[in-house]
C-alpha cells in the first residue's frame, strides 16, 4: 500500500521519481504528489487521484531538484483530497511521506499544536513531519533528529524526510512498513518496493525493523534501533524491468491470468523428482524440520487465506497432519493453543502483509517447531523472518485482484502436502501418481484459459445483477470463496460463497431468477451430492452456472449454463477451477467499465493493519 520514492542525485529526479510512482501505482492509487529541493526552495506538486494527474500537472510547471521524494497514496486518515496528499511538509523546510499508521497520532499532534504548529491535513502522518521539525531545531544533523523522533512514534511507519536546509541527503527509517535503497554510481535511490527503482539500478540493500538510513549521492549508513551503525547487506535484483508492462494485454489482470501455466512452470521447476518433491524445496534444514511435523497452523489474509483453506483439505485428507487455518488479523489478537510438533505457515503475495507478519512475530515465542513461508517476493519481511522460504516465483504480479499469485501459492501447498505426507503414511505410488499431476497441471491450466470466450459471452448475463452466489463442496469450497471475493473485488457485484450443503440452513432463501448461482464442479466423490445441491437451487427458479468436468453429465438448459471444463486429477482440480471464475470475474468488470487492476477503495500489499 501507498508507494514511496525518493533520489539523491547530481542530475534532475523528477522524472524518476514519477516512473517509480507510475511502477507502484497498483499499491494506493488516491492521489499522489512530490516534492524536490530547487535552489534551496521546498517545491511540492500534489493532484488527487491517479499518478497520471501528477505526471501532468509536473509536464505543465517542471520544478527540477536533484533530491525529492514522491509518494502515492491509500488513505488510511483523512480522505483522498489533494490537501490530504503526501508529502506533508512542516514550515517550508522539511517534506515527509509515509507509509503506515501513527497509532498516537492525536496525542502527539495535542503537543506538537501546543508548540504552535499548525496542521494542514487530516493525516496521521503530518505529525512526524512537524514533530521532525521541533527536535530539528534543537539537534545538530537530520539524522539524529529522526532518530529522536521516531522513539516517540507508535504505530508502523516507512517514512522519508527531507529538509532544505541539508539538502543533500534524505534520512529514512523502517519500522512495519518496508523501505529498500538503491544503489546507484554517485547517487542513491530509496523507495517502498524495489520495483519502483528498476529502471534506475539493480543493486538494492533492504532495510530491517527499526532501521534509520542516511543516504546521500556517494554514501548509504545504516543504524539499527538502538543507533548502532550496521551493514545491511546488498542484493542483486532478478526481477524483470518489463514486469510493470501489460504487454500485449489490456489490463494486468488478464496479462496474470495468462502467465498461469507459465508461472506453475516456474514455480515447480528444480523442485519434482521423478515422483517426489525434493528435500531442498523448502530450504536448507527443511527436510529435518518437516520430519517432525505433526500438525500445521496456516495464519493468511485475503486470497492467501483462500489458498490455505485448500491445504487444509489437502494436508488432513492425503499427509494425515492436522491442520488449522486463521485469518491472521485474528490469529494476532487472540491467545491461541499450540499443538505438540506444530509448524507455522505464513502466506503472502508481498511477504509485508502487515497482519500475517505481525502473527509470525507474535508466534515466535510460541513453542512452534519453525515456520515456513510461502511467498513471493524475495528478500521482503516474511522471507527474511522465517525459518524456512518457498518462492512461488510468479513473477510481478500488479493486478490489485491476486491472480497468478495464488494459484502459484497452491502450488506450493501441494508440494508442503506431499513432502509432509512422505513422513506420515502418504504411499509411494500416491506420491507419484500426485508428481505427475503436478507435472502436467501447466498444459491443463492452459487449456483452460480457451474457455475464455465462452465465458465471455456469459459475462453478458451478470452486468445488470447485484448478487451472486458461489457454490462448491470440499477443497472447491474455498475456491467457491476465491470466486466471490475476485467478482467482488473487480466488478462490486455482491457476491457470497457457501459450502454447498449449507444452502438449506438460510441461503436458499435468496434464491430468484435475479440471483446468479455458480457452482464449481469437478467429477470427484462429493460429485453427487453437488448435484443435488444444484437441484434444490432449479427446484427454486434459481438461474444456475456450473462450471463442470467434461465427464460430469450436466447439461444445459434454460436455466442452467455448463461451462465444460478440462478433466483433470481431482486432487489438482481447486487449481484447474480457480482460472475460468478469475476469467469470469474479469469479463463482468470489462462489461461494468470498472477499473480492473486498481478497483475502487482497494489497494496492493497491504502494509497497514
Ligand atoms: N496513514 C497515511 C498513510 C497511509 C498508508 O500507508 N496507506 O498504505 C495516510 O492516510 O495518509
Redesign the pocket.
Known sequence: ??GIVGAVAQRDVVDILVEGLRRLEYR?YDSAGVAVVNNGELKRLRRLGKVKELADAVDASPTPGGTGIAHT??????EPSER?A?PHVSNDQLAVV????IENHTALKKELEAAGYRFDSQ???EVIAHLVHKIRQESDDLLSAVQQAVKKLDGAYGTVIMDTNDSDRLVVARSGSPLVIGLGIGENFIASDQLALLPVTRRFVFLEEGDVAEITRTSVRVFDKDGNPVEREEHESTISYDAGDKGQYRHFMLKEIHEQPHAVTNTLEGRLGKDSVLDETFGNGAAELLKKVKHVQIVACGTSYHSAMVARYWMESLANVSCNVEIASEFRYRKSVVQPNSLLVTISQSGETADTLAALRLAKDLGYLGSLTICNVAGSSLVRESDLAFMTRAGAEIGVASTKAFTTQLVGLAMLVLSLGKHNGLSAEQQADMVQALKSLPAKLEESLSLAERIEELAEEFADKHHSLFLGRGDQYPIAMEGALKLKEISYIHAEAYAAGELKHGPLALIDAQMPIIVVAPNNELLEKLKSNVEEVRARGGILYVFADVEANFESDENMRVIDVPHCHPWLAPILYTLPLQLLSYYVAIIKGTDVDQPRNL?KSV??E
Open positions: 500500500m501507498c494506493g497514496r491509500w488513505a488510511t486518515h483523512g490530504n503526501h509515509h507509509n503506515g499508521i493525516t496521521d502522518t489497494a502494509t497497514v
